[in-house]
């Protein structure tokens, strides 16, 4: 993937790992629907405010979290700099091409790390209620996306569920751009 | 102790009041609702992702502009608060937005809210993110108008905006308020 050019007509305020979020120039379509992707002990995990971009899809994961559950482990934040030793999620297109919060490649490349990428942008909140938000690089091709969450300390393991693509693209073609770069 | 002055409600620096916030165990039902309040040949502005909760509702107002010309935080924060200036008008600089229900109850970003629940609804910008050409603010109107109208209204004069008003859906809103439900 070395060298892959930045889509025409996308404007990003930083050309440097323009992959990782979403134009600038652009009004995304929406996915309504909150999505429930998981159900854990304790915890029941959605994904909610995709918004799709000529370039991808930002979404919000977010994780209700019961009254008793123990805060410290209850967090979708990395635990540490690179690795997700807690709450990961992963993405598989229906060509196979995957992608994972616990893999996040190189973040100096210069170019996409991997056929697809999942981009951790930030966190926020805690129990009850703590939310995780990405960026998913590129659209996927019709077919299935496949989302799979597994947090081994809310006991929940590999936990998949299937989206038709549909819903992402049909939102994609509501998308507008709405100027060309200055 | 007179019976004007009491000691008031604890401040909320640790926890919110409950009309502060959309409830934390909500993950809210979402009205598949959007509107363009404006758009220009140097910026865009529209009304996306509305969703109820039981006791009021949030949208993102999206900002999106092609040169930055304007700046749509002046004057929000800080020793540069339009506020600070003294100033006995508003500012044509200042963005503004509010909200108003049909019993003539308003709310506007420009108030404070302080450790009573506000006469009208709740109104304020949660969170949001961006950079320099854009811009998603997340606004929480803690309350539901029971009935009627509820109408956005904004004004940014010196980016050409003279004051608009947009109806939003307020039957679907009280219905999709009706189902959101306690995670």
Redesign the interface.
């Known amino acids: 993937m070395s060298g892959l050019a930045r889509p025409r007509g996308a ?1 990003f ?1 930083d050309d440097w790992g323009w992959w990782m979020r979403p134009p ?4 995304p379509g ?1 996915v ?3 999505i429930l992707l998981a159900r854990a002990t304790g915890a ?1 995990i ?1 994904l ?2 995709a ?1 799709v971009y000529s370039t991808g899809i930002r979404f919000a994961i ?1 994780a ?1 979290i019961a009254a008793d559950g123990d805060e410290e482990v209850s967090l979708l934040e990395p635990d540490g700099d690179t690795v997700h030793a807690d709450f990961v999620l992963s993405v598989e297109y229906a060509d196979g091409r995957r992608a994972s919060t616990d893999d996040p490649g190189d973040p100096d490349a210069s170019s996409p790390p991997s056929p697809i990428a999942l981009s951790d ?2 966190y ?1 909140g805690g129990p ?2 703590a939310t995780g938000n990405y960026f998913l690089w590129p659209l996927p091709p019709s077919g299935t996306v496949t989302f799979c969450c597994s947090w081994p300390r809310m006991h929940l393991r590999a936990a998949k569920h299937r989206v038709d693509a549909d819903v992402f693209l049909d939102a994609a073609a509501d998308c507008e751009r ?2 060309l770069p ?1 | 102790m007179s019976d004007f002055f009491w000691p008031p409600p604890a401040p909320h620096h640790d926890a919110f009041p409950e009309w502060y916030e959309p409830p934390e165990r909500e993950i809210g039902v979402p009205v598949g609702y959007q509107a363009t309040l404006a758009r220009t040949d140097e910026l865009a502005l529209v009304v996306r992702r509305v969703i109820a909760y039981s006791d009021g509702f949030e949208f993102i107002l999206a900002y999106r502009t092609r040169t930055a010309r304007y700046n749509y935080h002046w004057g929000r924060f800080g020793p540069d608060s339009w506020e600070s200036a003294g100033a006995d008008h508003l500012p044509d600089e200042l963005f503004r937005i509010g909200v108003q229900f049909d019993d003539g109850r308003t709310a506007t970003s420009l108030e404070h809210l302080g450790s009573f629940r506000p006469v009208g609804p709740a109104f304020r910008m949660r969170h949001g993110h961006g950079g320099r050409l854009w811009w998603d603010g997340c606004y929480w109107v803690g309350s539901m108008s029971p009935a009627g109208s509820i109408t956005l209204v904004w004004e940014w004069p010196v980016a050409g905006l003279q004051i608009g008003r947009l109806e939003l859906p307020a039957r679907e809103l009280r219905e999709a308020s009706l189902r959101s439900e306690t995670g």
Request: cysteine-free.
């Open positions: 404007v305020e600038v120039n652009e009004m929406t309504v629907p909150h029941d959605y909610t405010e918004d977010v209700l942008i930030r926020g009850p209620r709405l100027w200055v």
